[in-house]
């Protein structure tokens, strides 16, 4: 790569499609108009490509139109790479804090994204595509190799009906009744023992956060009845609940994720 | 309280006034127009103030009218706490996400707000009255007993020349050569040792975080030529300056603030 080209790179897409070297292929329209008008880049500039299973490719534009924007792979940057298996639940908030969520969590590593509705949620549907362009784009942003999926809808108790066996619960508890969240989670981190000394190696987990007003009562009940479920306190402030999803990511990243 | 004046407890605000047992007291102009017309409260509706030195108050509405709504206090309801002393110098970041930041800031504890100028700074001007709008509002909304003081603009080099002796600085380094922040701030909290065993006794601190651009090759031999600086790093995806801030603030409150 030269420094000309490495100048020149700005722009980093997530592709539906397969990258091998040499592969040529061609943008969606949404994604030509993006490269052509906004970032105004012509025949010969250079891309990043990733597709979040072949790692990251520097690709070079043959051919520009506003709905069709041709390109060749030419190297490998990096390979794919694991990365922690983290869910993020949360009871989704209103206007644009819902979309900052959606971007935040991406940069923090979330594998997964699932709005949940509970009892005190006071947003009656969510944009799921809008969730997932948030995702898309943050991920591009943020140079991460894969974007997080974006799951539909559901009630908390369909979640925690179908939890899957295996993944561990975070969950903000707003009554400060749970341990403080970075104690709980190096509790946790140290029961792993021998067996989990490695990145990533802390298995499944996942964060739930409430809507404005807390969980339930019966909430709180059937959350806590769940052997995998683990309450945590943020701090003495009342935190609002985009904040402490961001507090609860940040916090296991740097005890159980990537960040160590 | 009773439970009736309990429940219907909605509306808390600062004011830049004494507050005692039995003190009478006028809301200015805007918050007189927020309570009687947003939050749409009349004589006997209860009102949560508190001003930054004399705790939480129990007050009862007296008189309406849209610019000067009068007040009796009636019952303290927490007694002025002490809180970590935790600044955010930032550089400042475009549109909301600079609003954003204060509101975040503020629910997560920070004493003072500092916007930095860097050679990257894409913002010419900061409204400072703005941020401390923000940090106002967000005050009130998380329960805190403080606002944070929003200072006026200043450059890096101004930030550094004038660096008060005692205050340690745990600068966001995109650059990866620091520690992890966890590792950074538990080994910081272990070299306070038994003199430190309080909570906030940590002594004064403070959290950077640069632009999107990241600190210029000068602007990190600065930071590194400081002792009371150290270099973190926020895992190997990049954040969004906003995110690096709030994700700082976060993990400093865990190890050396009052999360524990």
Redo the contacts between chains.
């Keep these: 790569m030269s420094d000309k080209s490495e100048s020149k790179i700005r722009a980093r897409l997530w592709v539906d499609c397969a990258l091998t070297a040499d592969a040529e292929l061609a943008l969606n329209s949404a994604d030509s108009h993006y490269v052509t008008t906004v970032m105004r880049l012509r025949a010969g500039d250079a891309l990043v490509l990733f597709n979040g299973q072949d790692g990251e490719w520097l690709g070079k534009i043959t051919s520009t139109g506003k709905c069709a924007v041709g390109l060749i792979l030419n190297e490998q940057l990096r390979e794919q790479q694991p990365e922690p298996d983290l869910w993020l639940a949360f009871a989704p908030v209103k206007g644009?804090r819902i979309d900052?969520v959606a971007?935040?969590a991406t940069?923090?590593?979330v594998s997964r994204l699932l709005p949940v509705m509970t009892e005190r949620t006071n947003v009656s549907r969510v944009n799921v595509a809008r969730l997932q362009a948030n995702a898309k784009e943050a991920a591009e942003?943020?140079?991460?190799l894969v974007i997080p999926e974006v799951r539909e809808t559901q009630t908390l108790t369909e979640l925690i009906s179908a939890w899957p066996v295996g993944r561990r619960l975070m969950f903000c508890d707003e009554t400060l009744s749970g341990g403080?969240?970075?104690?709980v989670l190096q509790q946790a981190a140290g029961d792993g023992g021998a067996s989990f000394d490695n990145a990533f190696d802390h298995g499944p987990w996942a964060v739930l956060t409430g809507p404005e007003g807390g969980f339930s009562n019966q909430e709180h009940e059937l959350l806590r009845a769940q052997d995998y479920a683990l309450a945590v306190?943020?701090?003495?402030?009342?935190?609002?609940a985009d904040?402490a999803a961001?507090?609860a990511l940040?916090?296991w990243?740097?005890?159980l994720?990537?960040?160590?």
């Design positions: 644009a900052f971007q935040k940069e923090l590593g942003q943020c140079e991460r403080p969240a970075l104690e306190t943020l701090g003495p402030r009342l935190l609002r904040t961001l507090a940040t916090l990243q740097a005890v994720g990537d960040w160590r």
